[in-house]
């Protein structure tokens, strides 16, 4: 006989306990992940702008656009750099690298301003882009475009991995959590068949009981009390009931 | 100190800005300190003195030998080879001349890889004929990293300023014109005639930008500045379709577009403009590779010239079909005797190459030029005495009708510019821009 009834409301609270773990734990490890990413890409883009202008102070004096552009096409290179444009003082457009040209969303926008902007240009992406001035902005301007469908994949694919992490703990530790009360539950339903059996047959004795009876844990106790009781009271009727065996 | 993401990357970026703006005390502590483990592990290197062993001296080429700019690459080569191939036969100079060859398929990063084995493993004397401006660019911070080696690039198949001008112009030699004077000449040319609203259409880097800052100068000094500007990525076939540049450039209403760019991606760019119905002339720089160029246009065509009839070509090497030039007789003659052929383990990819070309006539006035450098050294072959050498070259007469000198304030041997149009299916000298646009 299973002990179902008894352990059925543990198992759900079990289950209820993990549950909320693993999703108050997800929503904060993706609030975590998400903002820490995002500002540590759109630091590193910032970085990236502002150590394309400190180096291109002599380049651009030296008007030698080749090197310039020989500069910004390896940095564009870095994983998530989409796009790079240098700007002069006057807003002219001294190298980039986009093809098949520039997008109208950039010729419109203030090629002085140093903001982080997001920008969605039809058929590239979305962008966060981010700008730095060069010699203080009297020589131009930096301005680095890092695509956020990529950075937004490294954030899911980031949280991803701890979520994964999170759910195959909460389904070890419910697997435990079933075996362990599983194991506690086995010997109860054993005590209960045997007790069903001594109330039905006091003189009976199995093999199967032996094991309970020896037991040295609360089962046993209960198991050597119930058999204590049942064989002192064997003649013990209830008021009014007809003659019979307990219970 | 901890390695986060961060610091990897500043670390990288102070690297590549440190290869790139010959930061060396940045280099160290990024990219450049792969370099400086590299010499630590050649101890030879450093003296300056290296000196071609036994009765061989190497020159080291990387170029494009694969890829869709195949053509440039080995057909430079195949040029300077007749003319070595005729100094070694006839121990014209006492020590025969060997090229060790790399491809770099015109990319940047094999191309500084070649370099590197080229200057510490086979240890060649100096380095010659290499093709591209993206490509060269990112190799003379190397020359400039070991330059206690003395290791000279010599005339390169590229037009740009980098090579030409501080902070790396004293490691490198050129014979060709510049970009600046070719599309120069070409804004000067378009202009006379009245064609002012001219248009760019570039590769994507340093040798597109090179060409599109040579246009904007000289559409400056006439007051006025490009209508259009249109970019490909390096690498492009002719099969890749144009027709955005195109719609791009066509939206500006060009008088004329000048193109910067190799001739797989040029063809296509002149094939869809025709397609387009944007009829207006196609200026190409001598990079292109004339004959690639016009092979791409016409083969298959029912109407050849249906493509190239508004085509004009800046070149920096006369005609080869001027037999009046002595260095074109000669180029000739020897293309034909030794007709030779790129190593087999270069020449993977198909390619038919032209009985002669633009290019090929160019790597054989380098192979020349080279070679008289060469003989002024003397018996004193280290590399101390290259640039000495390299100067006394004074009014020399390479046999195409123009003097070549060098000097420390010129590191650039020839100065003209031809212009060529497409004529019964060739390139032919064009002289008179208003007939040809009247």
Redesign the interface.
Known sequence: MKIEKLFQKTRFGIFALFGMIVLSTSLLCIYTVDTQLSSEYESNTRNIAQSIADSSVDILLNRNLASLQSLIDQFVEIQGIRYIYITSERGEFLAHTFVPGIPREILGSDPSSTEPVERRIPGMGDFIEVGSPILAGVAGTVHVGMDMDIVALKIQRAIGQQVILISILLVLGVLASIWLVNLAAKPLGGLLDYAVRVAADPEKDGASEDELLTRDDEVGDLARLFRYVSGHSSGWKKPGAPTTRAP | MALT??SL??R???G??A???S?RSKARTGIGGVFDMVVAENPGSGTGKEIPSGDEITLGVSAAFSGPSRGLGRELYRGAKAYFDHVNENSLLGHRITLKLYDDGYQ?DPCVRNTMKLMLEDRVFLLFGYVG??TV??VLPLLKKFQNERVYLFFPFTG???QR??PYGEFAFNLRASYRQETSGLVENFVRVGRKRIAVFYQ???????G??GVRAALGEHGGQFVG?????RGQRFTSSMR??VE?LKATSPDAVICIGSYAACAAFARDAVDLDLRVPIANLSFVGSENLLQLLTQDREDPDSYTRLLVNSQVVPSYEDLSIPAVREYRQLMARYDPQVPADLAQEPYQPFPQSFVSLEGFLNAKLMTEILRRLGEDRGRAKLEEAVFSVQDFDLGIGEMVSFGPNRRQGLQTVYYTIVRDGRFVTLDDWESWLG
């Open positions: 993401r961060r990357l500043r990288g970026a102070a590549l800005l290869i790139c703006c930061n940047p401006t993206p660019t990112r740009a300023q980098p001008e501080p994507a880097d340093a040798y597109g930008r090179s599109w800052a500007e249109a970019t490909y990525r955005a540049q791009i």
